[in-house]
């Protein structure tokens, strides 16, 4: 059995871990467990969010949560310019300068030689678009990640479009080209993977060489040209085969994809912003018409790493009240706000917000309906039966 903190203290794996680290929001699965059995996941020391730049801030982050046995550390998409407060955690809109675009390949360890297979086709697809240099992959421990270096985009670009439009564009773009090879793979070796464009503002990625949260491997890094030779073996915590080469780069190398991937989807979420609304929303029975029932069709779900409740936007876009509700809901559920808080928010939402963002009058009286019923789950309900109602929603 390996012994965790002999293995994160180790030089190398400071380095590389840290190296990863750097302006992102940390977050720490931990063999210590909550009272439900569940794996603690540790994303704050008091009311900072975790940060390390360093080899020797890493370590004294790793010796400060050593009574919780830290054990898997992950790294948001985002890389922030300022970490000092929840509220710069969360400021997504305003306080995330760049964002390392990733391809998260949902496989199992049996059907690894598929999963990279899968991987080799979205490097394939980047190499036609000129996107090599600045490609690099990690295997995980279940499967394999795909990433784009963050600077690989250029900041003039980003600019231009927003950070997360151009992101998630770029993943949803390149996803979409190579659904139907992914389909003739898992055909092919009998397995059942999934690429999923995983770009949403909470995401957070295993740091290179960091342990997997359960399995005792290593999380090691690959370059594409690494993809012929790979064996799971490199990933044995004792002696991982691990390729340093992922920090390489060719700045503005993906500005050419990036441009069309943003000119065909069209931004975060916006081009399925209707099918979505409808999906969750629209079959739902009037609310009140049986106040004592649980509304499950109405596909509200529980955000782990919620964002901030100040400045949304939401002009335009409905779902974007949508993700603000579970996002309210979620901060009550986490313990953030108060319950007086969350119905403050929803009454303020509800009454004036949805008003004056441009929707339909079809979808404001659907999202009215919708922050109705979170008022009335808080006035109703415990904040672990309101936990329970988003979870179940989620694995659904």
């Not at 706000?337 to 404001?364: P, W």
Request: aromatic share 10%; with cysteine; charged share 30%.
């Amino acid at each position: 059995m390996i012994n965790e903190f002999s293995y994160l203290t180790r030089q190398e794996v400071l380095r590389e871990m840290s190296s990863f680290l750097a302006g992102r929001w940390i977050a720490v699965h931990c063999k210590r467990k909550m009272k439900d059995g569940r794996p603690l996941l540790v994303r704050y020391w008091k009311t900072v969010p975790l940060k390390a730049s360093s080899p020797a801030e890493l370590l004294a982050l790793i010796d400060r949560l050593r009574p919780l046995q830290p054990r898997a550390f992950y790294g948001t998409a985002n890389i922030y310019s300022r970490l000092e407060t929840r509220e710069d955690a969360l400021n997504y809109e305003e306080n995330v300068t760049k964002r390392t675009v990733t391809w998260d390949i949902d496989s199992t360890p049996e059907h690894w030689r598929a999963t990279v297979e899968v991987a080799r086709t979205i490097v394939d697809f980047l190499e036609k678009w000129g996107v090599s240099q600045s490609v690099w992959l990690k295997w995980s421990g279940r499967g394999m990640h795909v990433h784009i270096h963050e600077n690989a985009v250029s900041q003039s670009l980003l600019d231009k479009h927003g950070v997360m439009d151009v992101t998630w564009s770029l993943a949803q773009f390149v996803l979409e080209n190579i659904k139907e090879k992914v389909a003739q793979i898992n055909t092919m070796y009998g397995s059942k993977i999934k690429v999923e464009n995983l770009m949403d503002p909470q995401r957070v990625f295993t740091a290179p060489l960091s342990l997997h949260r359960s399995l005792d491997v290593a999380c090691i890094a690959l370059k594409p040209g690494d993809l012929d030779s790979f064996r799971p073996e490199w990933t044995n915590p004792d002696n991982p085969v691990h390729n340093r080469d992922w920090r390489i780069f060719v700045e503005g190398e993906a500005d050419t994809l990036a441009e069309e991937a943003v000119k065909r989807i069209g931004g975060y979420l916006k081009r399925s912003i209707k099918q979505q609304l409808v999906a969750e929303t629209v079959t739902a029975p009037p609310v009140f018409e049986n106040p004592s029932g649980l509304p499950l069709e109405i596909k509200l779900r529980f955000n782990e790493f919620p964002g901030s409740l100040k400045g949304r936007k939401l002009y335009l876009d409905p779902m974007k009240a949508v993700r603000l509700l579970e996002d309210i809901l979620s901060h009550y559920v986490l313990g953030n706000i108060s319950r007086e808080e969350a119905i403050s928010f929803l009454e303020a939402t509800r009454k004036v917000t949805l008003k004056a963002q441009g929707y339909s009058q079809r979808d404001v009286e659907i999202l009215e309906k919708l922050y109705e019923q979170a008022i009335y789950w808080l006035r109703s309900y415990s904040k672990e039966e309101i936990e329970r109602i988003l979870k179940n929603h989620k694995s659904s």
